[in-house]
């Protein structure tokens, strides 16, 4: 069952991300750098495919035993506890975010996700390997306070693909759809925000699914997204895919 429903998320996820970057060359919210994007996008889907290779041997396997180590059963709450345990999952997913960027050793891992100097569906997969274990690991011991089944994390972690494939993606929405959207879940324009080389605006809208969370937290940013904004990490520079690896290893610039 578990090996079926991680073969439909790929399957799932890849069959939107291809639809998203359709709908981004017909309807772009942002015109696309006038040089050649071939770079950017090895260095992006490098790191996916990084990535991609590790899940089964480690990203997965720390999931698994989490699920697996019960320090207690918690009462079947049905449709009600599977509600709870995504809701509790996006919360931390919030607050882990906000970590990465007010921690310097994690934002050492994170600012590789923030180099991008702009945005598309392909800006979702772009983390680098330190950051993905690191957060598995980090979300273990709730996965196992909570006593939250391995088919609930796995069921999360597809939503959360789904919804940093769309908030990531070049896409210009109907004005008033994305403000109606964004009172609930996380909008391109909301996430593009996130990605604004002002300090102020990187460190805001953290959530992941959920709009909620920068709501009750106060860390909404009152900007809004326009096609000029400038993507990255402040004033620094992207770099190739070796080095975005050696990155968090090397002194801090």
Do not use: C
Not at 2 to 11: R, T
Not at 62 to 77: E, G, K, M, N, V
Not at 147 to 171: E, G, Q
């Amino acid at each position: 069952m578990i090996a079926a429903f991680l073969s439909a998320k790929v399957a799932v996820a890849a069959g939107w991300a291809l639809g998203l970057a359709a709908v981004e060359r017909l309807a772009p919210a942002a015109p696309r750098p006038p040089r050649s994007d071939g770079p950017r996008l090895v260095r992006n889907l490098g790191l996916w495919a990084a990535n991609t290779l590790m899940n089964p041997f480690i990203t997965l396997p720390i999931s698994a035993a989490a699920a697996a180590l019960q320090l207690w059963t918690r009462p079947d709450l049905g449709w009600a506890g599977l509600v709870f345990d995504l809701l509790l999952l996006d919360l931390w997913t919030y607050v882990w975010h906000r970590a990465n960027h007010e921690w310097p050793l994690l934002w050492r891992f994170h600012r590789v996700h923030h180099l991008d100097q702009f945005l598309d569906a392909t800006s979702a997969v772009r983390f680098h390997p330190g950051e993905v274990v690191i957060s598995a690991l980090a979300r273990a011991p709730l996965v196992i306070a909570a006593d939250i089944p391995f088919l609930t994390v796995a069921l999360f972690d597809a939503l959360m693909l789904l919804s940093a494939l769309f908030h990531h993606s070049n896409i210009r929405l109907p004005a008033q759809l994305e403000s109606a959207l964004r009172l609930f879940i996380v909008t391109p324009s909301h996430h593009w925000v996130h990605h604004h080389v002002e300090t102020a605006d990187t460190n805001s809208n953290y959530g992941g699914v959920l709009t909620l969370w920068d709501r009750l937290f106060a860390s909404w940013s009152p900007h809004a997204h326009t096609p000029d904004m400038r993507i990255g990490a402040g004033d620094a520079a992207d770099r190739p895919l070796l080095q975005l690896a050696l990155a968090p290893f090397r002194r801090a610039e």
